[in-house]
């Protein structure tokens, strides 16, 4: 069954520090990955998506991940830490032939003023 | 704005009783979707729609949970006899039903759920 692993369940940067969290996911096929990023009291939003145009995936407010096969890893980063990037943020899949998410178990981001 | 509505957005009920929550999907997507999220935890998948025909659902949705999305629109989540173990977060979510997998799901703030 596919599935995502995320590896920390809680990070703290520095304003102004690169940030790094980490998924891996595990699959047969090629997967579809995602980030989305849940702050307090708001409904999920969508930072990223992996659809195999490219490796490199840009996303919104500075965020992006790189898909690496080899490592069977979707790790999302960004050059510079903002006090309001402060949330709860999840790799999602979606298995082969379905169109549901499969959620990781989330890494809360704490950014140190 | 017209994102995904949910409603309500609190619910507070004792055991064993009955609860219906509402979901409005942003207008046109044939796609809804229900997962359920418990306090430290990644949504985990209920059941999903293309339209009205209840496509898919979880085992983790027993004998006491009911979904339906009766004209293709909104959709309903039901819980009979509630038990405390199904305090939770119910998010609601829409997709356009495209054909491709790597399509975007567009999630609604949520119905918090607590039985007392």
């Known amino acids: 069954a596919q599935s995502v692993t995320q590896l920390d369940s809680h990070v703290s940067v520095s304003e102004g520090t690169p940030v790094l969290l980490r998924c891996n996911y595990s699959s047969s096929y090629s997967p579809s990955l995602f980030w989305y990023v849940q702050h307090p009291n708001k409904g999920l939003q969508l930072l990223l998506k992996?659809?195999?145009?490219?490796?490199l995936v840009k996303g919104i407010n500075g965020f992006e991940a790189e898909f690496k096969k080899s490592e069977t890893s979707f790790h999302l980063t960004k050059p510079s830490a903002h006090m309001s990037d402060a949330a709860e943020y999840f790799c999602v899949v979606t298995p082969s032939g379905t169109y549901k998410y499969i959620f990781g178990t989330g890494t809360r981001l704490k950014v140190l003023a | 704005d017209t994102g995904v509505s949910q409603n309500p957005r609190h619910k507070i009920t004792k055991r064993g009783q009955n609860v219906t929550f509402r979901c409005d999907p942003i207008s046109e997507h044939n796609r809804l979707y229900w997962y359920r999220q418990t306090l430290g935890q990644g949504p985990e998948f209920l059941t999903y729609?293309?339209?009205?025909?209840?496509?898919?659902k979880s085992r983790l949705l027993s004998d006491r949970f009911s979904a339906e999305r009766p004209k293709g629109s909104f959709s309903t989540l039901e819980i009979q006899r509630t038990e405390q173990g199904d305090s939770a977060m119910y998010l609601c979510a829409s997709s356009p039903g495209g054909i491709r997998f790597q399509e975007t799901q567009y999630f609604g703030p949520g119905t918090r759920l607590l039985v007392l």
């Open positions: 992996y659809t195999s145009a490219a490796t």
């Open positions: 729609f293309q339209n009205e025909a209840q496509l898919e």
